[in-house]
């Protein structure tokens, strides 16, 4: 089982349609979640952390849920400009991975006029 | 403007050579990061530094070398012995040991080998 799992999609939606990306991991000992942005050919940017109790920043909503490993990214009233690949991003914190963070494949989003 | 400075953004490696990638951060983090992403992939972690003059390996880091003489630069050697070595190759920093809250990037370097 891979330590980070995503749908790698492609999702291909309408402006202003709700899409939900889902991700899970394998380390119950993971601490720290993130999902990342990344632009064709451009570096990946954290676009939100994902705390135990849920968080929203505007349009995007993550949610985590330890008990089942599973995080999830909400994005509401898509826009064009959210077109890119999300990026789940998992923390394996403990033994000699403290630190590192493992990034899963990418879900590829499309937002079409 | 902190950040992080990858260079250069795009390097062509012949058969056979090492070539060095460089990256320098003025973010004052202690830890910091090398992962190599291949098309339509996610990023694998090559190497890791969490303070200076200590490195550790990752997950893929057969074939290259690193080293963390100061606490701002952590260069990357692509070594001939890295058999597929074409691919975009990110730097990263975090602030904490524990990676939060999050890593900054660098822009990357992409490597072709011709």
């Known amino acids: 089982r891979k330590e980070v799992e995503q749908d790698p999609g492609p999702f291909n939606v309408p402006e202003g349609a709700t899409v939900a990306f889902n991700c899970t991991y394998s380390?119950?000992?993971?601490?720290?979640f993130f999902w990342y942005r990344q632009d064709c050919r451009k570096e990946p940017k954290l676009l939100m952390s994902?705390?135990?109790s849920g968080n929203e920043d505007g349009r995007f909503t993550a949610q985590l849920n330890r008990a089942s490993q599973y995080i999830s990214l909400l994005i509401r009233d898509s826009k064009l400009s959210d077109s890119a690949t999300y990026l789940c991003?998992?923390?394996?914190?403990?033994?000699?991975?403290?630190?590192?963070?493992?990034f899963g494949q990418g879900t590829i989003l499309t937002v079409h006029p | 403007d902190g950040g992080i400075t990858q260079s250069p953004k795009y390097l062509f490696r012949k058969e056979g050579q090492n070539v060095t990638l460089s990256c320098e951060q003025n973010?004052?983090?202690?830890?910091m990061y090398w992962y190599r992403q291949d098309p339509g992939q996610g990023l694998r972690l090559i190497y890791y530094?969490?303070?200076?003059?200590?490195?550790q390996k990752g997950d893929i880091a057969e074939g290259y070398s690193v080293s963390r003489e100061k606490k701002e630069s952590f260069p990357l050697t692509v070594t001939s012995a890295q058999k597929n070595p074409t691919a975009f190759y990110l730097c990263?920093?975090?602030?904490?040991?524990?990676?939060?809250?999050?890593?900054?990037f660098g822009s990357g370097t992409r490597l072709t080998v011709v």
């Open positions: 990263a920093s975090s602030i904490g040991l524990d990676a939060r809250p999050g890593y900054t």
């Open positions: 380390n119950s000992a993971s601490q720290s």
């Open positions: 994902v705390y135990s």
């Open positions: 991003v998992v923390n394996n914190a403990g033994g000699t991975s403290y630190g590192k963070l493992t």
């Open positions: 973010l004052n983090h202690d830890a």
């Open positions: 530094s969490q303070i200076v003059n200590d490195f």
